[in-house]
């Protein structure tokens, strides 16, 4: 993280930045008819500056490898299952961000104990200033008010979505 941290400073000063890795596909309202832009206007007038993102892992049918991805191919066309459910959500007390753990990791590799499952949570749209920094990934953003972008209280609160393509046939190769 200390050299995109670096780029952010230098470079993304008081501009709207979004921060993915290659295989998530960043999804937000109403994404299908505005552009993103018409996003980051609407942050901008409601003095929005982080804007979070659930990692949603996306997986095929059946075996990883039983569907070839070819290079250049929509990989959302091969892995468009996901787990609607077993989620768990807790507040990170030290940095204030939501945690959120689950999905087919949590129920495959970490079925004994889904607290130690990888986390599902991102901030990955920041309107950016030379003195944030993420923590951990994108997981968390110094200072900490930024990442105080949901109701702790049931309200609703404007949130996107990250669909994780990594579980591809080309996973085993790559591991």
Request: aromatic share 14%; with cysteine; charged share 20%.
């Amino acid at each position: 993280m200390d050299w995109i941290n670096a780029l952010l400073r230098r470079y993304a000063s008081g501009h709207w930045v979004i921060v993915a890795d290659p295989d998530e596909f960043f999804v937000y309202p109403f994404c299908d008819t505005r552009p993103i832009r018409a996003l980051t206007d609407w942050l901008d007038g409601q003095g929005i500056r982080a804007f979070p993102a659930m990692i949603l892992d996306m997986y095929p049918k059946g075996r990883i490898d039983a569907q070839p991805y070819r290079e250049g191919q929509n990989p959302l066309e091969i892995a468009s299952y996901f787990d609607s459910g077993n989620y768990i959500i807790s507040k990170n007390g030290r940095y204030g961000n939501l945690w959120i753990q689950g999905g087919p990791r949590a129920r495959t590799l970490f079925a004994d104990d889904p607290t130690q499952a990888p986390s599902r949570n991102k901030i990955p749209l920041v309107r950016w200033h030379k003195s944030y920094v993420y923590a951990s990934s994108t997981h968390m953003l110094l200072p900490r008010a930024l990442n105080q972008v949901y109701d702790e209280y049931g309200g609703e609160e404007a949130a996107g979505c990250l669909l994780h393509a990594k579980f591809l046939s080309t996973m085993t190769s790559k591991v």
